[in-house]
């Protein structure tokens, strides 16, 4: 089975069946046994092909059906791409991987991402701020998701419902306020979680609810001010959290009675007073593989919590 | 100049790179290839890995001054390369990655 590897497509490139191919204008081909790649770096896309629309040199103009139905790989980053049509990928019967980083999608409507087997779905650093539920088949078997670099301003519960395969998770850098409880419930294979550089403030108990799987969990620079003491229970497969560059200033006990290797705390402004007693007995008995400082008191500013005295922190000996 | 530590330097890889490549000697293939054994070898050869045509002709040997080049803009520097990755803009962090690459793929 020959294979079709699409890295980026040029202008007014219509494609012929695959005996009558010629490598069109501006790309490199390369024929091999196993597979197809035509490879087209200086393509300037601003619109999906729509139905039936002729070629002209402001849209691009391919039949999918025709000759492209064995692709397996589609790559668009850095284009301007900014609508998708509904159906887009009909006939695409072997898909199995987009990437479109670095686009100006806005809204997804429902059905685009129909019809593949989609495993590998990566959309980010576009404008995405709705997508509609329907964008996927309620029997996707997508892997990973990436929907970092967006405008969404909520988490896509409803959107992401159908994906009971999905592993990773990438919602980083968007505008999410909160995790809503159970968000990871329709993920029980998830295994990665990047939810970094929003404004979420607080978790809820619940927020990582049941996902026994998850092994690594992106929460820097999220403005967490403070943790609920059982939000990271019953993940037993956790291996790395990251809640460095946010607000917190301790940690109620419980928080890290956990048997994760690597919890990254640095960048908060730990106030190293009676109540930071918690993490720092977690400092210093166990790895944590992290070394916080202190912000306050005053006469503690920057000294590595672990070598802090229990007279420094105002603690009976 | 900011010193960072050795698992400072990890930290990137594991924000960045693990997901889809193992760096230590036994890694399996991911979504990309393992790269146990990359530093100074020509691009495209990690054993039973299926790369596209461009990476394998690309014919340079993986070192600093080039992953420098190539990690700051991946696709840039190989056209035709399956690896969905941006890039990485800061000098200094693509520095810390590759002195931690240079030495995690390194083991046997």
Redesign the interface.
């Given at each position: 089975m020959n294979s079709w590897l699409m890295h980026a497509l040029a202008m007014t490139v219509v494609f012929c069946c695959r005996d009558a191919l010629s490598c069109p204008m501006r790309c490199t081909c390369h024929f091999s046994a196993k597979t197809t790649e035509v490879v087209c770096p200086d393509a300037d896309l601003s619109s999906f092909p729509g139905d039936g629309l002729p070629g002209n040199t402001t849209s691009l103009t391919i039949h999918w059906q025709h000759c492209l139905s064995v692709l397996t790989e589609l790559h668009l980053p850095g284009n301007k791409l900014s609508s998708s049509p509904a159906d887009l990928l009909k006939g695409l019967h072997y898909l199995h991987t987009i990437d479109l980083t670095d686009n100006e999608l806005q809204e997804i409507p429902a059905y685009v991402f129909h019809h593949a087997p989609l495993l590998n779905l990566v959309l980010k650093d576009n404008r995405i701020s709705s997508i509609h539920p329907d964008w996927l088949p309620n029997n996707s078997n997508i892997t990973w998701l990436d929907l970092s670099g967006n405008h969404l301003m909520k988490f896509p519960m409803a959107q992401l419902q159908s994906l009971s395969h999905l592993k990773v998770l990438h919602l980083s850098q968007n505008k999410l306020k909160e995790l809503p409880v159970g968000c990871l419930v329709a993920h029980p294979a998830q295994e990665r979680f990047n939810v970094d550089q929003n404004k979420i403030q607080s978790l809820d108990v619940k927020s990582f609810c049941c996902s026994g799987n998850l092994t690594h969990i992106f929460l820097q620079k999220t403005r967490l001010d403070s943790l609920p003491p059982t939000v990271f229970q019953g993940l037993k497969r956790l291996d790395y959290v990251d809640l460095s560059d946010n607000r917190l200033q301790f940690l109620p006990t419980g928080t890290l009675d956990i048997n994760t290797s690597w919890v990254e705390l640095i960048f908060n402004p730990w106030h190293c007073y009676a109540k930071i007693e918690y993490l720092w007995r977690k400092l210093t008995m166990e790895s944590l593989q992290s070394e916080p400082k202190c912000t306050a008191p005053e006469n503690l500013k920057d000294r590595v919590i672990a070598t802090l005295t229990r007279k420094e922190m105002g603690l009976p000996d | 100049c900011k010193k960072h530590s050795g698992?400072e330097k990890m930290?990137i890889f594991?924000?960045k790179c693990?997901?889809c490549h193992t760096a230590e000697a036994g890694g399996k293939h991911k979504?990309g290839p393992s790269l146990n054994g990359f530093f100074g070898r020509l691009t495209g050869q990690a054993p039973a890995y299926?790369y596209?045509?461009?990476n394998v002709e690309k014919g340079v040997v993986w070192k600093e001054d080039i992953l420098m080049e190539y990690l700051e803009n991946p696709?840039r520097y190989i056209?035709?390369?399956?690896m969905?990755f941006?890039g990485i803009r800061k000098n200094e962090e693509r520095v810390n990655l590759i002195a931690y690459l240079k030495k995690s793929t390194s083991s046997t």
């Open positions: - | 698992s930290k594991i924000q693990s997901q979504v299926l596209t045509q461009e696709k056209p035709g390369t399956m969905i941006a």
